[in-house]
C-alpha cells in the first residue's frame, strides 16, 4: 500500500462537480470541454485509476497517471461523463453525500441558478440504479459525508457521525468497502484530517489551494477544473512541472 507523501510522485488528480451544457454555472464544465480535455489526456498516454487503486497498486516510475474525481453525485456524471470516460478506457472517482443519493435534493448553492432557470432537473442527483451500473465497469464511490456540512463548525460528535455513518450507508448500498473521502467545501483542520483516518478511509481528498494542514495521504491535494478553465489553462494545470512547482511551494509555506 501507498503512503504518500512526495508530491511529485502522485498522479496527476482532477476535481470536477457537474458536466452539463443545461447548466451555466461555474461548477459545470461544458459537455464537449469536457471530452476535449479526456481526449486530450488519453492521446497523451495517462492511464486512468481511482483514489482507491492508487492506494493499493504499485505504480512504475515516471508512468502518466490521472484519477478523475468529481464531487457531489450529480446525475450528469451518469448521464453526460460517464459515457465520455468510457469511451476512452477512463474510470473515476465520485464522491457521494450518502443521505441524499436517490433524493430530489437540490443542493442551497444551486437553487438560486435552478430557480432562474425554470427548470430543477439538470441539478438532479445520482440515482442508486445509475450507482451501481456505474460501479459495475469500475468506477469508485467514496464519501462526501451524510449532508455536505462544514466539518470544522460542527461538534466533535457532529463531525465524527458525518464522516463514519456516510461510510456505513454507503458500504451497505454498494456491498464494497468505501475507502476514499473528500472534505466538504475543502473545509478541514487537523482534528477533522485525524477522524477520516481513525474512521477506516485509506485516503482523503482536497482541491488545491488548501494550505490549512501538510499535504499527505488524507490531503491528496487535486487541481480544480471548472467551466472557466480554458483549453491553455487546462493544459496547463495538467503539466507535471507546474503542478510539482505549485506543490512544492505549498510545502515551504507550512
Avoid at 114 to 128: F, K, M, T, V
Avoid at 220 to 248: A, D, N, Q
Wanted: glycine fraction near 6%; charged fraction near 20%.
Amino acid at each position: 500500500m501507498r503512503s504518500g507523501g512526495v508530491w511529485h510522485d502522485w498522479p496527476l488528480t482532477l476535481a470536477y462537480h457537474s458536466v452539463s451544457q443545461r447548466r451555466r454555472d461555474g461548477l459545470a464544465v461544458r459537455t464537449a470541454s469536457f471530452e476535449n480535455q479526456i481526449s486530450w489526456l488519453h492521446r497523451r498516454a495517462y492511464r486512468s485509476m481511482t483514489m482507491a487503486e492508487f492506494t493499493s497498486q504499485t505504480t512504475k516510475k515516471g508512468e502518466r497517471l490521472v484519477i478523475v474525481t468529481f464531487d457531489d453525485g450529480y446525475a450528469d456524471n451518469y448521464t453526460v461523463a460517464f459515457p465520455i470516460l468510457k469511451r476512452y478506457g477512463f474510470v473515476a472517482t465520485v464522491f457521494l453525500v450518502s443521505d441524499y443519493v436517490n433524493t430530489d435534493h437540490v443542493y442551497c448553492w444551486d437553487l438560486p441558478a435552478a430557480e432562474a432557470q425554470g427548470d430543477l432537473n439538470p441539478y438532479r442527483l445520482l440515482s442508486w440504479g445509475q450507482i451501481h451500473e456505474m460501479a459495475a465497469y469500475g468506477i469508485e464511490f467514496g464519501s462526501h459525508t451524510c449532508t455536505h456540512p462544514q466539518l470544522t463548525q460542527l461538534t466533535t460528535q457532529e463531525c465524527w457521525t458525518e464522516i463514519v455513518r456516510s461510510r456505513v450507508d454507503l458500504q451497505a448500498r454498494l456491498g464494497r468497502e468505501v475507502v476514499s473521502f473528500c472534505y466538504p467545501r475543502g473545509d478541514l483542520n487537523a482534528e477533522v484530517v485525524q477522524m477520516v483516518r481513525q474512521a477506516g478511509y485509506r485516503s482523503a481528498v482536497v482541491t488545491l489551494p488548501r494550505p490549512v494542514v501538510a499535504l499527505s495521504r488524507y490531503t491528496h491535494g487535486r487541481v480544480g477544473i471548472y467551466r472557466s478553465t480554458s483549453p491553455l489553462l487546462f493544459r496547463l494545470k495538467t503539466m507535471p512541472w507546474v503542478t510539482r512547482i505549485y506543490f512544492e511551494h505549498l510545502a515551504r509555506a507550512q
